[in-house]
Nanobody, 118 residues
Framework: QVQLVESGGGLVQAGGSLRLSCAAS????????MGWFRQAPGKEREFVGR????????YYADSVKGRFTISRDNAKNTVFLQMNSLKPTDTGVYYC???????????WGQGTQVTVSS
């Protein structure tokens, strides 16, 4: 079983940066992917990006490509989301998720609030 805890959210002005962390407890298998999702006020949850646990291969949604970067520290069971050039439309609750790559995100964190002011 896996538990995920996000941290690093906060309030930032447009054009600024934030770095989110996702700390995992329990076993992370080598075939897992770690994904980031977000949910803006009044909107459905959307995919942000993901990284594979073993190879570190990344993939991003078009809306954040070139601005956001996902990385990992396998020794610390932690995944990071570096967010640069933030826009007010990036505002929302950001969630970390984990699961077998290509199958399902079966574990989810509680989320951390990111607010970007104009």
């Amino acid at each position: 079983q896996v538990q995920l805890v996000e941290s690093g959210g906060g309030l930032v002005q447009a054009g600024g940066s934030l770095r989110l962390s996702c700390a995992a407890s329990g076993r992370i298998f080598s075939d897992y992917a770690m994904g980031w999702f977000r949910q803006a006020p009044g909107k459905e949850r959307e995919f942000v990006g993901r990284i594979t646990w073993s190879g570190g291969s990344t993939y991003y949604a078009d809306s954040v490509k070139g601005r956001f970067t996902i990385s990992r520290d396998n020794a610390k069971n932690t995944v990071f989301l570096q967010m640069n050039s933030l826009k007010p439309t990036d505002t929302g609750v950001y969630y970390c998720a984990a699961g077998p790559y290509g199958i399902n995100y079966r574990y989810w964190g509680q989320g951390t609030q990111v607010t970007v002011s104009s």
